[in-house]
């Protein structure tokens, strides 16, 4: 068995987290609890400056009040000229957690591309991000997994919908056992069988076994308390395809999903931000976490390193994530316009022996658009349109690099794989209004 970690608890991700990424981030809690909806409104001023206070109270009793001021010079452009010089527009979109954090930067960093759209995002999940999109309640969907073959059949007659990868992220087991400050090791088969109830115990043998002599003697003998998701997942649909892959029992009796799943054992808490609240604040637990909200809380949720199929311990980081990512796509992407329900990053990478750094658990985050946004929306108009794909082109370019509130890597998200950039532009560049191509030069 071969042991390979990057990273320790402070500098696993390998950007140091500010205090203005741990405010921006962790506002997806305050958003997710209540209710799933935040708004971001642009205001300008001559020097365009950007002033946000955010009151962090979520997984501790401490309220950190933070007056941010940064100043943009303007000098971020989007790589795709909109057919209108000048857009004004309220475009909304809805979907996954595991975006959220990044989204959340992206529409404040935005702001100073196109002062003048106004976006909200909705963060239900990707399974209700699934649903909105295809109800035509969202300019664009977002989802962590692409449609099932009955979801690709249940959309409006006559439509088609665009899977356009924009992020990408890893799933990690969070855990909180008091005492214990060492990152554990866990194999897809031990986690599949602490979530389905087989193993209770902090101390069984099965864990105890793939840690070093000195952490398994810390192990203590006190149940295992499970969280999940309790909302169709994304998340929980890569994490659920990786226990499936790894357990022939999981994947005969429970399987995978972005609806809800029946999970044998444990407690349910709402989106991403509520495992983390839930494994933060419960001594002996374990969660399946998106990174993020692990980054925007360092030294609170711990977590631990998954074996990949070379043999190494991985411990989540940029840098292995990012491995997967192109492990996971350089047998090519699904065509720009076909359904994408059998491409998974976890299931091409999961037999994978020949890349012995990647981190297992690493998936792509979608955005869901029409190829005809006309057609399918009879209340979007032409500048919605603009200002959906001008946003979404900015976020598969100069959004993966860099933004005035915080850099994108620090909150934990590598940038995207040249192949799918490639793939997104070309996708964008194909979508329609009635017709028209609707970015510029398509």
């Known amino acids: 068995m071969n042991l390979y970690k990057t990273g320790t608890s402070g500098t696993t991700i390998g950007l140091a987290v500010v205090l203005v990424v741990v405010v921006v981030a962790a506002g997806a809690y305050i958003a997710l609890n209540s209710g799933g909806t935040t708004t971001t409104t642009i205001t300008t001023t001559s020097t365009n400056t950007l002033v946000s206070t955010t009151t962090n109270t979520l997984v501790s009793t401490t309220t950190n009040t933070l007056v ?16 209108s010089a000048t857009v004004s527009a309220s475009i909304v979109g809805g979907g996954g957690t595991l975006v959220y954090p990044i989204m959340q930067d992206w529409i404040n960093t935005y702001s100073f591309v196109q002062p003048g759209i106004q976006i909200t995002y909705n963060a239900v999940g990707s399974g209700k991000g699934i649903q909105g999109i295809t109800a035509g309640l969202y300019n664009f969907g977002e989802s962590d997994a692409p449609l099932t073959s009955a979801q690709y059949a249940g959309l409006p007659s006559g439509s088609n919908l665009l899977t356009i990868p924009i992020s990408d992220s890893g799933i990690i087991p969070a855990y909180n056992i008091p005492g214990i400050t060492a990152h554990l090791n866990f194999t897809g088969n031990v986690l599949a069988e602490i979530f389905y109830g087989t193993i209770t115990q902090w101390n069984d043998p099965r864990i105890a076994s793939l840690q070093s002599a000195s952490v398994a003697a810390q192990l203590p003998a006190h149940a295992i308390q499970v969280y999940h998701r309790s909302d169709g997942s994304g998340t929980m649909y890569g994490f659920t395809q990786y226990l499936s892959d790894s357990n022939s029992t999981w994947a005969k009796n429970v399987g995978f999903s972005t609806g809800t799943i029946a999970w044998p054992v444990g407690v349910g808490c709402l989106h991403n931000a509520g495992v983390a609240q839930c494994v933060a604040g419960n001594p002996y637990s374990i969660g399946p976490l998106e990174i993020a909200y692990e980054v925007a809380n360092p030294g609170q949720i711990n977590y631990g390193a998954v074996r990949n199929h070379y043999g190494n311990f991985i411990l989540a980081n940029l840098t292995n994530i990012s491995e997967a990512l192109a492990a996971g796509v350089k047998n090519g992407l699904p065509s720009s316009d076909t359904q994408w329900s059998s491409y998974s990053v976890i299931q091409q990478t999961f037999n994978d022996s020949a890349d012995k750094y990647i981190y297992p658990v690493s998936t792509f985050t979608y955005a869901l658009v029409y190829q005809d946004l006309g057609a399918s929306y009879a209340s979007t108009t032409q500048v919605q349109a603009v200002a959906t794909l001008d946003f979404l082109s900015w976020v598969i370019t100069s959004g993966q690099a860099t933004g005035p509130v915080a850099p994108t890597t620090t909150l934990g998200y590598p940038p995207l794989p040249s192949t799918a ?12 209004y009635n017709g028209t191509p609707v970015l510029s030069g398509s």
């Open 421 to 432: 950039v490639t793939l997104d532009n070309q996708l964008l560049a194909s979508i329609t």
């Open 68 to 83: 941010s001021t940064t100043t943009s010079t303007n000098t971020l452009t989007s790589t795709i000229t909109s057919t």
